[in-house]
């Protein structure tokens, strides 16, 4: 690199000073960044000729003054809950000694409820702290001019302000107001309350420990001040925008520190220089004489626009053969604007390439993470009774870590689907370890963790608690990401289980710990300093690099908008001193500035996609580079294009017959297969299949490809009309002659029985719960569905109840025939018929259709329309009932009758369920079996002929639910 | 008086609307302080591309003016500068310069957004006031925040609460239509929980509901029985007619007359009776028939009309959606539950939660708290401006209009078409007599964007259209005459261009169709574009609108082929790119990746494998066979165990490696996802089939395009193409209501006639509107559509360039329907129409971008990471030692390492006990295992007699790190020198006594050694769990 590096300035100088005696550890180096330490130790041990050295200390501010407090400081997003623990602990108290200031006075919100709001009032109270405001002064209301007027730091336009937004009348106050001053009111009280438990505790956030550091020192004496900070120097080096504590804190340690800047003359009048330009006068540089204009050197800047953030990715490639790299000296960084893309980044990066990771990233992506909603999520939502959800249970038991810690889990799934089980109880015949080894701690671990249903929070947090624990020590996890997330989760998880008995709904805890997961940063190490380095913004600062990739430069990202963290209004916040977005502002502007400063290669990409959080504009301070500086006429843009992609070709699929197929098909259906009991017959609906899509025939009859149903608790079609079927067989179940005295035990006044109402609950037990299940255990889908077959039911007795007196001859009745269709072709043919009953002198073939009731148009009107392929939607029914009939006309001498009946519309007297052909209503099915033969015959004659290839069907509506469409990839949507 | 610095513009199409605002925006900084004015001004439009576009000139006219590059600009400018600026030239730079660098460095002062973001950074500021979370993430689609809302309330409903009962009531009366599927009907009405009318009526109606819970049920009951009553009575009269079994042949036209009456009436049908049955009853058909059947049919219509019909038309339209109306509440109760859960905040939401907070003197509270101090505001695109949203701004607008304050409304009602986004034109169009004289209204005359003939046509169309529209309003306050008014507009006259309308119709020989209307249409649109290729137009110029989605695909995917059908011996070949193509769902790549990971997600499940083996493996479908789908089954399933994002970059290597923008796009919305979701491969597929399948790419519409470009009317405003095409002119003014679209009519119905006194009543619109309580809202509603319909056409027609070619249909004799083609046929008649000559290609330079081809190729990451120490130890312990003991061993490493100083024996416990408090702190040790780590360290040092390394005596170097040549850091545990310069290094250990241990001492003695400081160097390992102290010898050190 030819332009120094601001590090190795500053190691240079300290190893003058202090290196050559190998007194180093008599300094302490403060910077803002931890990265900081890697470079600085690199360069003393080359200025020192590879001589071991005692290492420096290093520091930020916050960890220097807990050091000289008896406080301890809690820092990080886990130590964070135990803090706004007692903050909500001294919120409450304060709310609970005002409660005539509220609407509802009596209720303060629950923990889960306060927390958000607790993250902006620490947060607050944070800011001023380190900027030594008085928060009694921040949180009054100033309507009063008087005690305004003694502000006297207050600009006459900041009190003008101020005393517009306070001085609107009370009784006028919209409802927005009301609830901001309520709030306002009480939190003087809520900060002096909260920090004065956090004493008593030996607690502290890091605003707090920087200010009682800062106002001991500036009322200590010399000697004291000496005792308290030991060191021969303290070092502050690469700092900019400063709190006023940490400001109090130079100031009062001046004299036996040094202090490094890192700055350029090209922006030291813009808001990037703004804090620099003061400080550098107030606390002199170390180093005298170097050169501070690097910026307006020859640079190569490049903008990129990409069509999405991931996109960018695709540039890594192209520019690091457009760079040198030079390894030893990690002179090169990726930087990222935003960590979210970094798996995507890894992966763009050229082979053998040893990148060097040090970026912050949340602990809400790992692995762990998943697991761990996965599991609150079952214990939270997925538990009936003794019993878990099984589609609560089903992504617990796909886990890989589960998997691992319990060896059954596949098999588990197996079972639970094939049975159709849908609430499982633990540790009976499922969900239960093998007894080979009682011993393991694994083994322990699942019948005291895995599948036990947790009572309480407390209980739900120690859960997953002891589940980390074990996923830990068994060893299974190798990748170093993820075996630091683990460690965080499981830190997260000790510090959650202290509140966890606070917290009154399990449903808190799963909101509180997505929240948690998404804050807490997993941070890659990024040791040693050597190779490619991809780092995230902040990870940037103070450390130089010759060539860097800025990616995700867009607006919003670079720098980061984040409004809304504060409840100090801005206008309060400038007027007490307190950092508004303007210094926000000012420190991303010198962070990307003095990223750039000394770089000679800089390529900054954005995408322009719309997106919720970027807005698909680029970063303002490149519009600054491309408006304003002096490079602006050698600014090179280039647009990354991807390839479009090719569209799946709608596939016009067509099997051809071939000989094998045939003679499958025709000894599938021959006679010679036995399946459940039953003889393998051409059912209806497989033949419907044909007529309707011949493709899917192929699909499901010759290939076999099945389709297993999807297992999950949510009701269907099928389920309603398999336990409308079963009710009514109970109700049926012995054939013999049904009259109004025997329907009257079932239907009553219109309504069904009590009898009837149970034999509807063992139909539910039996076609759909699986397990026993009292009526007071349903859903609310459960609960409907009951009252929608109970309906059905209803229906049904009621239209047989005009029928009465009528014969049962059979329920679940086979059917079968054998049919010829070519001299050396004959199948069996035939299914179930619901119900076989004699009236009238007739016998009628009954199916029950619980679905949607049919208009005139949605059946065929003669029978050869039956056959044809562009056939009405309800016109397989109509087959299905007309074979069934042919073939009992075959042995009833009685006139048969086809019936559907749709319980749905069979409620009044004038509902008939006989079928018609050419609108009137069949009496004799006699009269049309010889046609109807013929047509089957044919259309049969059509499935086994080898010239004839199954194609897919034409109309497109039939597609949309059909299993196989995505084999054929037609276009159906919209 | 002083003139009004409030401006409206009324922006036709074409008419440099944007180029107008950024004049006005940059008139405004220069006028002013252009140090700050920019801080004041507010500018709001309603998509992000139009906000970014709005940025866009602003900066770069400023940029212009201050380097004096535009010299148009500057002349147009001038004019609207006061006197003292207008001739100096100078001062105008000079202060272009100092607003622009102002801008650039206080960017986030810099208000040019879209007005959902906007309202969002208020929402968000004001969150703890609002009842929100402070942190949320912002929901812009609806559709999965009902369905989530509308399952769970489904769920949740048992025998103890209310909702069963409505839940009951509502699928009974559902039954009663014999079709029914309850969440997908609650689903898809529930999206009116978003509609503003019903959101402004909202809690008056769920007052009433709580105050009258009966009232409901009642009123259900009074309807039933008042159906049941009308519909015996008529059916007595069908009945009492059809007894006499009269021939048809004795009635007045047969069939037609008296017994198609009845015929009617015995369907439920009770419309008004037609001509022959009206001269029947009037006496003035001469041989009218039976006599007695006149006195029934005149029994019968005294029966049927009146006040019976209103009420029995009005209670079919009340029990349609009464069901759904009770349970609206609970299901927008359960979003706003989930909201909470989730840390959810729908933007849809935003309006109507500000404007329930925001009092009418709010508005300096709201910016103050902000930190904004708006004093002038822009607000484009004004006639999609929704009621609730202009409530919100008006607060606002009162303050500037009452101290004369700048501020712009620029907008077109005749491009209005978000209505059903509760977009209300009728505030653009009313706004003068709102605001008064408060206000200057401007109107932007002349089109630049298109040619002559595109203009005049465009100009007498609608002109006329606007006169046809039919309302009962006087021309003075016929509000649609008013919104195109300024329809007609001036000409540059650059180019001359063209228009054409053609017709399509079936085609049909015999009765038997032979051609269908869309095969028509597609082959007339295939002759048009041979045509426009002929005469120079290329590919890339043509864009081609339709209405609906279905008719861009049916041209996406047929006009090829029809094209080359048609014209064998043409050179070229048809290439369309339409959104559709672009949709996720279609790409071939994301197809196999998706069935990939379907495959791994249910094993079972034979279609995905299938799948690959046509489509990735190009297997022929005659071979497909169950043994290759269990091989490429297992060939997929050894990955099931990777993490979700890491199996998805291994299947990417392997499906689609080197893939383009598909691909990337996917690879983009997961990255988001992942960010915001558990990664469970289940519910991803869920969300791939829900929402990214849909997601389409964004189209190329400007530049380097080679294709025809095939897109809705609806996304197409806003923008211009050289060609458009329109077909498909021939839509029917309102659209069928159906339970997946509903078509509802939210009517405020308090002041109707009793039973139906509620606040607020959704209604079918449909015919038995027009003869109910509300068929004044039927009419209102009636010109509304045509509005919307007529604003489509606007649309449509108004983004050629150069040529302009529209294919509409004939209508049907008879027809009874109004319907698009209405406004065209009347101005052009029934014959096609063509003026003009079509323009061939511009040869205009386009300007040249750099570009990089790039691809997707995911590698095996390959990183050097380490975890951190702590994170090692807890995950793996030491390979050979038993994990608790390795655990115990750690923990009381880490207590050591915070202890510096013990002053005496006495103070072990003390200072071991802050130690473990620290540990506390991070969590790295639980309360509950406090004290049984303290009294093992305790007893620990105790029994060590070592305490005196602890001791003041020394100077201690706990964990201080010595630097290695390689830059690394060595960190022996615990270094003590004494005051003569000896030094010693003491190193604790856990698990077994291992060699390396001892050598680890050796080195950190050889590296003091090598230091050349101290005079002796002693060295000891610490086994902590044995609590055994080995010494190392010193010459081993040396």
Request: hydrophobic share 35%; with cysteine; net charge negative.
């Amino acid at each position: 690199m030819e332009n120094e590096t601001f590090l190795h300035e500053v190691a240079r100088d300290l190893y003058e000073k202090f290196g050559k005696q190998n007194e180093l550890s008599n300094i302490v180096i403060i910077t803002p960044s931890k990265r900081v330490k890697l470079f600085i130790n690199k360069y003393f041990m080359e200025l020192s000729g590879r001589r071991p050295l005692w290492a420096p200390r290093y520091m930020n501010v916050v960890h220097l003054c807990e050091e000289k407090s008896s406080l301890r400081l809690y820092d990080d997003e886990i130590q964070r809950i135990a803090l706004i623990w007692e903050l909500y602990l001294a919120y409450k108290t304060v709310r609970e000694q005002t409660r005539s200031l509220f609407d509802c006075p009596c209720e303060v919100e629950p923990f889960e409820d306060f927390y958000f709001f607790g993250e902006v009032l620490l947060q607050d109270f944070d800011d001023i702290d380190r900027h030594i405001v008085s928060a009694e002064q921040v949180y009054k209301n100033m309507a009063d001019l008087k005690r305004l007027d003694s502000l006297n730091y207050l600009t006459e336009e900041q009190k003008a302000i101020i005393k517009r937004f306070f001085n609107m009348d009370v009784a006028e106050k919209s409802k927005l107001q009301q609830n901001f001053f309520n709030l306002w009111n009480i939190l003087s009280d809520t900060y002096t309350l909260f920090k004065k438990n956090l004493i008593l505790k030996n607690m502290a956030y890091e605003g707090m420990l920087i200010r009682e550091i800062a106002e001991r020192l500036t009322t200590m004496d010399r000697k004291t001040r000496d005792n308290l900070f030991p060191e021969k120097k303290y070092v502050f080096a690469g700092f900019n925008y400063l709190s006023k504590a940490e400001y109090q804190l130079f100031e009062c340690l001046k004299d036996k520190s040094l202090f490094y800047w890192d700055y350029d003359e090209y922006y030291m009048d813009t808001e990037a220089g703004k804090y620099l330009k003061q400080y550098s006068r107030l606390f002199p540089d170390a180093l005298q004489g170097h050169d501070r204009a690097l910026f307006a050197k020859d640079k190569e800047i490049t903008l990129i626009e990409s069509a999405n953030p991931v996109e960018q990715t695709g540039y890594i490639e192209p520019w690091l053969n457009t760079i040198h790299l030079n390894y030893e000296q990690a002179d090169t960084a990726i930087v990222l604007g935003d960590a979210k893309i970094l798996p995507t980044v890894l992966s763009q990066l050229p082979e053998n390439l040893s990148p060097n990771i040090a970026i912050l990233y949340t602990l809400f992506r790992s692995r762990i993470a998943g697991l761990l909603m996965q599991l609150t999520e079952l214990q939270v939502k997925g538990v009936r009774g003794h019993a878990f959800d099984f589609d609560y249970l089903l992504p617990v038991l796909k886990n890989q870590f589960t998997r691992h810690l319990y060896k059954n889990a596949l098999k588990d799934i197996e079972t639970i689907q094939r049975t159709k089980r849908l609430y499982i109880v633990p540790n009976t015949e499922l969900l239960i370890v093998e007894d080979e080894n009682k011993t393991e701690p694994v083994r322990v671990l699942m019948e005291n963790t895995l599948f036990r249903i947790t009572r309480d929070t407390k209980e739900l947090v120690e859960y997953l608690r002891q589940f980390v624990e074990k996923i830990a020590e068994s060893r299974v996890v190798e990748d170093p990401l993820e075996i630091s997330a683990l460690t965080e989760a499981y830190k997260m998880l000790n510090r959650l289980e202290t509140i966890a008995q606070h917290v009154n709904k399990k449903e808190a805890i799963l909101k509180l710990l997505k929240r948690l997961l998404l804050s807490v940063k997993i941070s890659y190490a990024g040791e040693p300093a050597k190779g490619l380095q991809i780092m995230g913004m902040s990870d940037t600062r103070n450390i130089d690099f010759k060539n860097v990739l800025l990616i995700s430069a867009n607006d919003g990202v670079i720098p980061k908008i984040d409004p809304g963290t504060s409840f100090i209004p801005p206008f309060l916040r400038k007027a007490f001193g307190l950092p508004t977005i303007e210094e926000q502002d000012s420190m991303e502007a010198y962070q990307f500035y003095r990223l750039l400063q000394r770089a000679e290669h800089v390529a900054l990409s954005y995408s322009v996609g719309k997106n919720i959080a970027g807005k698909g504009e680029m970063s303002r301070y490149l519009r600054q580079l491309l408006f304003e500086s002096p490079h602006k006429k050698t600014i090179k843009k280039i647009t990354l294009k991807s390839q479009l992609p090719s569209t799946a070709p709608e596939n016009h699929l067509e099997v051809q017959k071939n000989n094998e197929m045939l003679h499958l098909l025709k000894i599938k259906y021959n006679g010679d297969v036995i399946e459940n009991n039953r003889l393998k017959a051409l059912s209806p609906s497989a033949f419907n299949r044909y007529i309707d899509c011949p493709l899917s025939f192929y699909f499901k009859y010759v290939l076999n490809i099945n389709v297993p149903d999807n297992l999950d608790t949510a009701l269907n079609a099928a389920s309603l009309g398999s336990i409308f079927h079963k009710t009514m067989e109970k109700i049926y179940a012995h054939t013999g002659i049904i009259d109004p005295n025997f329907l009257d035990k079932y239907i009553k006044h219109e309504e069904i029985t009590s009898l009837t109402v149970r034999l509807l609950e063992e139909a539910f037990v039996e076609e759909y719960f699986k397990t026993p299940t009292s009526k007071d255990e349903y859903d609310g889908e459960q609960n409907i569905y009951f009252q929608v077959i109970a309906r059905m039911v209803r229906n049904t007795l009621l239209h047989d109840r005009y029928d009465a007196p009528f014969e049962i001859l059979g329920l679940e009745k086979p059917c079968y025939f054998k049919m010829k269709i070519t001299d050396d072709i004959e199948i069996w043919t035939g299914g179930i018929i619901d119900r076989l009953d004699k009236i009238n002198g007739t016998v009628r073939v009954i199916d029950y259709k619980t679905g949607s009731v049919p208009t005139v148009g949605d059946y065929a009107k003669e029978i050869p329309d039956i056959f044809k392929n562009d056939r009405k939607k309800k016109t397989g029914y109509q087959f299905q009932t007309f074979l069934y009939s042919s073939i009992l006309s075959e042995t009833t001498p009685l006139p048969v009758v086809p019936a559907l009946l749709f319980p749905l519309a069979a409620d009044s007297k004038e509902y008939s369920p006989i079928l018609k052909i050419d609108d009137i209503e069949i009496t004799d099915f006699n009269r049309y079996k010889d046609l109807f033969m013929e047509n089957f015959k044919e259309k049969l004659a059509e499935l086994f002929n080898p010239e004839i290839p199954f194609s897919p069907c034409e109309k497109d509506t039939r597609c949309r639910y059909c299993d196989y469409k995505n084999i054929c990839n037609k276009d159906i949507n919209g | 008086m002083i003139q009004s610095n409030f401006l409206v513009y009324r922006a036709s199409a074409g008419s440099g609307k944007t180029y107008t605002l950024a004049q006005q925006y940059i008139k405004q900084l220069l006028i002013h302080n252009p140090r700050t004015a920019y801080r004041h001004i507010l500018a709001v439009t309603f998509t992000n591309d139009a906000a970014g576009e709005m940025k866009n000139r602003i900066l770069d006219y400023l940029h212009e003016l201050a380097d004096d590059n535009d010299a148009d600009f500057l002349e147009n400018l001038r004019k609207e500068l006061p006197d003292f600026m207008k001739n100096n030239v100078e001062e105008i730079q000079q202060r272009a310069r100092v607003a622009l660098q102002s801008i650039l460095h206080d960017y986030s002062n810099f208000h040019v957004t879209t007005i959902d973001s906007f309202f969002q950074t208020i929402a968000r500021d004001l969150a703890k006031e609002l009842g929100i979370g402070s942190r949320f993430d912002i929901e812009i689609n609806t559709e999965l925040p009902i369905k989530d809302a509308v399952k769970e309330v489904i769920e949740n409903a048992t025998t103890q609460n209310e909702v069963l009962g409505k839940l009951t009531r509502f699928v009974e009366h559902k039954l009663e239509d014999d079709k029914w599927s309850i969440e997908r009907d609650l689903q898809s009405f529930s999206r009116f929980i978003f509609n503003e009318i019903f959101q402004k009526n909202e809690d008056a109606l769920m007052q009433q509901f709580q105050e009258e819970p009966e009232k409901i049920r009642e009123t259900i009951k009074i309807c039933k029985q008042f159906i049941v009553e009308y519909e015996t009575r008529m059916q007595h009269f069908a009945n009492c007619f059809f007894e006499k079994r009269l021939p048809e042949n004795d009635f007045y036209y047969k069939g037609k007359g008296v017994p198609g009456y009845f015929k009617k009436i015995k369907n439920k049908e009770y419309e008004a009776p037609n001509t022959y049955v009206l001269k029947v009853l009037s006496g003035d058909a001469g041989n009218a028939g039976d006599m007695e059947c006149i006195e029934l049919l005149q029994a019968a219509e005294n029966y049927r009309t009146g006040d019976r019909l209103l009420k029995y038309n009005t209670s079919k339209l009340f029990l349609k959606f009464i069901y759904q109306l009770e349970l609206l509440k609970d299901i927008s109760d359960k979003i706003s539950e989930q909201n909470a859960e989730q840390n959810r905040f729908i933007l849809s939401h935003t309006n109507q939660l500000l404007s329930g907070l925001i009092g009418d003197e709010d508005t300096s509270f709201v910016y103050e708290k902000i930190g904004a101090q708006i004093r002038s505001v822009i607000i484009d695109e004004f006639q999609d401006t929704s009621e609730l949203q202009w409530r919100n701004f008006k607060v606002l607008i009162s303050e500037i209009l009452a101290t004369n304050g700048f501020g712009m409304l620029v907008g077109d009602v005749k491009q209005s078409i978000y209505r059903w986004r509760n977009g209300n034109w009728k505030i653009l169009n009313d706004i003068d007599q709102e605001l008064k004289e408060q206000v200057r209204c401007l109107s932007l005359q002349t089109n630049y964007r298109s040619a002559e003939q595109v203009i005049d046509f465009n100009n007498q169309l609608f002109k006329q259209a606007a006169a046809n529209l039919q309302n009962n309003e006087s021309d003075e306050h016929n509000p649609f005459r008013k919104a195109y008014q300024d329809v007609v507009q001036q000409s540059t006259k650059k180019a001359e261009g063209f228009v054409s309308v053609d017709f399509a119709e079936i085609v049909k020989v015999d009765n038997t169709i032979v051609q269908s209307y869309e095969e028509s249409v597609l082959e007339k649109v295939a002759d048009k574009i041979k045509l426009l290729l002929d005469r120079g137009v290329k590919q890339g110029d043509i864009c081609i609108l339709c209405r609906a989605n279905k008719q861009i695909r049916l041209i996406a995917h047929d006009l090829p082929g029809i094209f080359a059908r048609r014209f064998p011996d043409c050179q070229e070949t048809i290439r369309i790119i339409s959104e559709d193509a672009y949709r996720l769902g279609s790409s071939r790549s994301l197809n196999v990746l998706v069935s990939a990971l379907r495959l791994i997600h249910e094993s079972r499940n034979p279609v995905p494998a299938a799948q690959l083996l046509l489509q990735w493996k190009d297997e022929n479908i005659n071979e497909l066979s169950l043994e290759k789908i269990a091989q490429m089954t297992a060939e997929i399933q050894t990955q099931q165990t990777l993490p979700l994002y890491d199996l998805i970059e291994t299947l990417c290597r392997k499906f689609c490696p080197g893939s383009g923008a598909d691909v990337l796009a996917f690879m983009d919305k997961l990255t988001d996802y992942l960010s915001r979701n558990v990664p469970d491969l289940g519910k991803f597929l869920d969300y791939w089939d829900e929402r990214l399948s849909i997601e389409t790419l964004p189209l190329p519409v400007k530049g380097q395009r080679e294709h025809i470009l095939a897109m809705s009317i609806h996304k197409s405003k806003g923008l211009q193409f050289h060609t458009v095409i329109v077909p498909f002119v021939d839509w029917a003014m309102a659209a069928k209501s159906t339970p997946s679209k509903p078509n509802v009519v939210w009517c405020e119905s308090m002041s109707k006639e009793p039973p139906f006194q509620f606040p607020l009543l959704p209604i079918e619109y449909s015919s038995l509107m027009e003869n109910s309580y509300f068929s004044k809202e039927y009419e209102t509603e009636t010109h509304n559509l045509q509005m919307d319909n007529l604003n489509v056409l606007y649309v449509a027609l108004t983004r050629a360039e150069k040529n302009l070619l529209v294919l509409t249909k004939q209508k049907p004799k008879n027809s009874k329907t109004s319907n698009i083609q209405d406004f065209i046929i009347s101005y052009i008649g029934d014959k096609p129409y063509e003026i003009g000559k079509i323009e061939p290609h511009d040869e205009q330079q386009v300007e040249e971008i750099c570009t990089i081809d790039i691809s997707f190729h995911p590698r095996k990451p390959d990183t050097t990471v380490f975890p951190s120490t702590e994170a090692q130890i807890f995950a793996r312990g030491d390979n050979e030692d038993k994990i608790q003991k390795v655990k115990t061993g750690n923990i009381i490493h880490l207590i050591l390492e915070n202890i510096t100083h013990i002053e005496n024996e006495e103070n072990i416990e003390n200072a071991v006990k802050q130690a473990i408090e620290k540990l506390i702190i991070r969590g790295e040790l639980s309360e509950a295992e406090k004290t049984q780590y303290l009294e093992i360290v305790k007893t620990q040092i105790a029994n060590s007699r070592k305490w005196d390394w602890f001791s003041n005596k020394y100077n201690i170097h706990n964990e201080t790190a010595i630097l290695m040549d390689d830059g690394r850091e060595n960190r022996p545990d615990r270094v003590l020198v004494d005051g003569d310069g000896n030094v010693t290094v003491i190193d604790y250990k856990t698990g077994e006594t291992k060699p390396g241990h001892i050598k680890q001492v050796e080195n950190y003695m050889a590296l003091l050694s090598q230091m050349q400081k101290y005079r002796t160097i002693k060295g000891y390992v610490w086994y902590l769990s044995e609590n055994q102290i080995i010494e190392i010898e010193a010459d081993h050190g040396k």
